[in-house]
């Protein structure tokens, strides 16, 4: 069974300049997760999914982040314009809720750090 | 708010002693909590779960935890920890009703030779 997939790995920007990640997620799990990982912390819950709708946007920076999950299966989280603050790693979690109640599968994440 | 405190930044402990890594939970709703592991530039991966019923569950690469409800914790356990055991530690709950998982700050575990 192939992981959750996240790109990129890595990512080294400016401030004020916009960044993409992107994510697949594992095949047949509805529920897509976006967390932010600043070093030293644990990892806080950007934005849920359960198929193309938003669970779950509370604690979402809506003036700068923004997240779509179209068609049910990937999704894309977008910062524009980045702050230094936003340097960290994205992980990305899927699950398959009804299953498997807590237990999420985590991609490797991608590194943001803003200059 | 429903939530999870980790006391210890980082646990030392020597390969071949048991090893704790500390976890307690506020007392509002059903404590539904987890332990996930994070290895060096990887993402998380679940070790285990208590939901209801045994207060011992058991769980990946010989990991356990007891659920105490008068000390409302959720403390990991091993009896013969590995030098591969050394990670980053995260204790979480789930929020009923939103399915949302909230981690803890993460213990760093490191056992030595």
């Known amino acids: 069974e192939a992981g959750v997939a996240q790109s990129p790995r890595y990512k080294i920007i400016e401030k004020r300049q916009s960044v993409a990640f992107w994510c697949n997620p594992i095949s047949g799990h509805a529920t897509l997760y976006w967390y932010q990982q600043i070093l030293g912390q644990g990892p806080k819950l950007l934005i849920q999914?359960?198929?193309?709708?938003?669970?779950?946007d509370s604690q979402l920076p809506k003036d700068r982040f923004s997240a779509e999950r179209l068609k049910g299966v990937d999704s894309t989280l977008k910062i524009q314009p980045a702050k230094l603050e936003d340097s960290a790693v994205y992980l990305c979690?899927?699950?398959?809720?009804?299953?498997?109640?807590?237990?999420?599968?985590f991609g490797e994440g991608s590194r943001l750090t803003v200059l | 708010a429903q939530s999870v405190a980790q006391p210890e930044d980082q646990v030392n402990v020597a390969e071949g002693n048991p090893l704790t890594v500390k976890c307690t939970y506020s007392?509002?709703?059903?404590?539904?909590l987890f332990w996930y592991v994070q290895y060096p530039n990887r993402g998380l991966q679940f070790l285990l779960k208590?939901?209801?019923?045994?207060?011992l569950v058991k769980g990946s690469y010989g990991f356990e935890a007891e659920f105490n409800k008068s000390q409302t914790s959720f403390h990991l356990k091993k009896p013969s920890a590995l030098v591969s055991d050394s990670a980053l530690y995260f204790c979480a709950r789930m929020n009923t009703g939103f399915q949302k998982l909230v981690f803890g700050t993460g213990t760093r575990l490191l056992v030595s030779p």
């Open positions: 208590y939901i209801t019923g045994d207060n």
């Open positions: 999914f359960q198929n193309n709708g938003v669970v779950d």
């Open positions: 979690a899927s699950s398959d809720y009804e299953l498997r109640f807590g237990e999420l599968f």
């Open positions: 007392v509002s709703g059903n404590p539904y």
